[in-house]
T-cell receptor, first 110, second 114 residues
Framework: AQSVTQLGSHVSVSEGALVLLRCNYSSSVPPYLFWYVQYPNQGLQLLLKYTSAATLVKGINGFEAEFKKSETSFHLTKPSAHMSDAAEYFCAVGYYKLSFGAGTTVTVRA | DAGITQSPRHKVTETGTPVTLRCHQTENHRYMYWYRQDPGHGLRLIHYSYGVKDTDKGEVSDGYSVSRSKTEDFLLTLESATSSQTSVYFC?????????????FGDGTRLSIL
């Protein structure tokens, strides 16, 4: 069984501030973990993935995530938010079938 | 961008009518998936396919059927649409289905059932 919990359905940050999106997972096997971003009226785009190599994973658009097995977490961060980061973000866990979290909407204040 | 085309992009229909959504890929990927997206639920898997004529159920499969007669096409059918099936439907594809291979998504179909 596998599942994902995203803490916080909505996050508001100032432009230039740290973005932190939280994801906790449960999995009966070593997990593969993903972060996706969705812009309005579009499909999901892959930001980054963890597949048991380095625990700190770098993705596109300056995002990175750290896998912490002891905390069953895979939080997403970006040091400095940009207006273009406003979107919905989804954490997912799985092998060939993925389970998605409910999503976190990010708004960026000027 | 992965070559995934969903059709139609928008559809409005009435309760009780049959509806078929199409997903077409040009990547020759083995795995194809249908999800629905609803506020507060993220994406939920409806059905998936791991090869031609090979399909299996996801977590919300009731009321839906699928078919895959060619590698490139994966059809989702609502035999008798209900208002609870109003949603945004996404198709995704994945190469080989092995762990670590990400899924790539189409742009979605917005389906409204009145």
């Amino acid at each position: 069984a596998q599942s994902v919990t995203q803490l916080g359905s909505h996050v508001s940050v100032s432009e230039g501030a740290l973005v932190l999106l939280r994801c906790n997972y449960s999995s009966s096997v070593p997990p593969y973990l993903f972060w996706y971003v969705q812009y309005p009226n579009q499909g999901l785009q892959l930001l980054l993935k963890y597949t048991s190599a380095a625990t700190l994973v770098k993705g596109i658009n300056g995002f990175e995530a750290e896998f912490k097995k002891s905390e069953t977490s895979f939080h997403l961060t970006k040091p400095s938010a940009h207006m273009s980061d406003a979107a919905e973000y989804f954490c997912a866990v799985g092998y060939y079938k993925l389970s998605f979290g409910a999503g976190t909407t990010v708004t960026v204040r000027a | 961008d992965a070559g995934i085309t969903q059709s139609p992009r928008h559809k409005v229909t009435e309760t009780g009518t049959p509806v078929t959504l199409r997903c077409h890929q040009t990547e020759n990927h083995r795995y194809m998936y249908w999800y629905r997206q609803d506020p507060g639920h993220g994406l939920r898997l409806i059905h998936y396919s791991y090869g031609v004529k090979d399909t299996d159920k996801g977590e919300v499969s009731d009321g839906y059927s699928v078919s895959r007669s060619k590698t490139e096409d994966f059809l989702l059918t609502l035999e008798s649409a209900t208002s609870s099936q109003t949603s945004v439907y996404f198709c995704a594809i994945s190469d080989q289905g092995e762990g670590g291979q990400p899924q790539h998504f189409g742009d979605g179909t917005r389906l409204s059932i009145l």
